[in-house]
Each structure stands twice: as C-alpha cells, then as structure tokens.
C-alpha cells in the first residue's frame, strides 16, 4: 500500500543529545526494505557533539551549511552535498550561524545506539 | 571509510523512458548498507509514463510541485512530502508546468527493471 505523507503533518522533536536539533521522522523503521529515512534540522550554531552510531548513514544536505566530523576529518558542507558515514565512525555536527542546517538521514532498520565520545 | 561529495561534482543523467527528466547518482548500489541514494530532476511539464519498478522507493519531494499517480490514486505533492511507493506497484509522475520537481529516491540495492505500462 503506497503512503503519500505531507511534510507539515510529521512532527520535528527534539534531539535530546543536540544542540538546538531536531529530527523529523519520514518512513518508519520496519515499514519497507530494510531502511528508513529522517530528517534533522538544527539552529544556526546548533549540532552534535562528537559521537558514535551502530549503523551507517546516508546523507543529503537539504538547505544551509554546516562543519562536520568525521574520524579526525572536517568538512564543510551545503546544500546539495553527500555525507556516507559508515558504521561506528565518530561524527559531529556543527550548523553554520547564519541559517538553519536540515539534511536528510537514511539508516539502515538495524537496532542503534548512539554513543557521546565528549 | 567516510565520503563527502559535492553535489556539483555528480553529473545528471537523462532518464530515457522519462520527458525531460534526469538522474544523479547520490550513492552508489553496493556502497553501504543495502540501499543507496539518486536524485530526480523533472523540466517543468516533464515526467515518467506509468510504469513498475522490482524495488520499493522511499522518496522526499526537495522542491516544485507534481501529481503522481500510485495506484489507481493520484496525488498532488509538493516540497517536503514523502512518498513511499511498494515494489510493483504502477506509478507515475507529471512535474507542474510552473517550475522543475526534484526529489529525493532511495532503493534497496536488489535487482531492479522498469517495466513502462503505457
């Protein structure tokens, strides 16, 4: 059965281990192939401290600019851009101060846990 | 390994069963976890004709407006929509005539061929 959700009916909530970040859950775990997707909206200066995921992420940048981590890696990055975390890396996020960051997540369904490395 | 692409660097493919649409490779079939990342651009009044796909798509509208057809139901879609459209299920797009429709389409990295209906 085909689901066809309107943006402004789902929910942003907040991401308790941000920083002035939320996450907005597009399809849920378990509703399809093996994945699902959300997406994260953070505040101009907001973000994620330095942490760690059990499963990998596939990311897309929606709107605005950001400074991520990634190992001892850091990128800047915009609107267009991709972002392939694999599992276990240690990331972090930190939103640009002149406009909100929004970027689409995709994640496997397999069970996850995140860990504060700071 | 992690990987940050610019999205000016990954160049749009045409659709051939589509009208003025095009594709770009977000991530590639077999990088990660079992699904991967395109993204469609759709020429105002452009689109694909009806047709089945072997795998399921989770979809985020990333800007214009479209009807697309799942089903028997037609729906009119817009920027931050998400569409989940089930393997085999028919389905088509029709980009508003008012600007360009892009969206957002990720897939299980299982075999898939387009069968057109029209």
């Known amino acids: 059965m085909a689901t066809i959700r309107s ?4 929910p942003l909530e907040p991401v308790s281990a941000g920083e002035g970040t939320q ?3 597009l399809t849920h775990r378990g509703s399809g192939a093996g994945f699902h997707m959300r ?9 994620m ?5 059990q499963v990998e992420h596939q990311q897309y940048v929606l709107k605005g600019a ?9 990128h800047q990055v915009q609107a267009g851009d991709v972002v392939h975390i694999p599992a276990g ?3 972090w996020y930190r ?11 995709v994640v496997p369904d397999d069970e996850d ?4 490395l700071e």
């Open 66 to 74: 950001a400074r991520i981590g990634v190992g001892e890696q850091v």
């Open 95 to 105: 939103a640009s101060p002149d406009g909100p960051f929004e970027f689409l997540c």
């Open 113 to 116: 846990r995140i860990q504060l």
């Open 89 to 91: 890396e240690p990331h």
């Open 49 to 53: 401290p330095r942490h760690t995921n």
């Open 7 to 10: 943006g402004s009916d789902l």
């Open 23 to 25: 996450r907005q859950t």
């Open 39 to 47: 997406r994260f909206v953070m505040q101009p200066g907001g973000g």
